[in-house]
Nanobody
Framework: QVQLVESGGGLVQPGGSLRLSCVAS????????MAWYRQIPGKERELVAG??????NYADSVKGRFTISRDNAKNTVYLQMSSLKPEDTAVYYC???????????????WGQGTQVTVSS
């Protein structure tokens, strides 16, 4: 079994900051890529930021404002969000590609989602 637990969402004023965390636990042999997605009701889930090794990529809408990072020793991925805008309001999901112990395949796992609301 593998579990992903997200934390750090909440209500913040425009221009404010939040840091999301996602911890993976369980029978993990290796983690390949880690990423954050977000979804607004009625719209498709979109990639916000991803990191594989030391290489990171970002959606154009968050470049320069969001920073993704990972702590391999803690199996944790972070999303530091700054200069938040109302249009950043969404449910944020972490996505991790994991190879479990005694398995040769990488499988995608999703967190439960955490609400981020940017409003005055």
């Amino acid at each position: 079994q593998v579990q992903l637990v997200e934390s750090g969402g909440g209500l913040v004023q425009p221009g404010g900051s939040l840091r999301l965390s996602c911890v993976a636990s369980g029978s993990i042999y290796n983690i390949n890529s880690m990423a954050w997605y977000r979804q607004i009701p009625g719209k498709e889930r979109e990639l916000v930021a991803g990191i594989s090794g030391t290489s990171a990529n970002y959606a154009d809408s968050v470049k320069g404002r969001f920073t993704i990072s990972r702590d391999n020793a803690k199996n944790t991925v972070y999303l530091q969000m700054s200069s938040l805008k109302p249009e950043d309001t969404a449910v944020y999901y972490c996505h991790v590609r994991i190879r479990r112990i005694f398995s040769s395949r990488y499988v995608d796992y999703w967190g439960q989602g955490t609400q981020v609301t940017v409003s005055s």
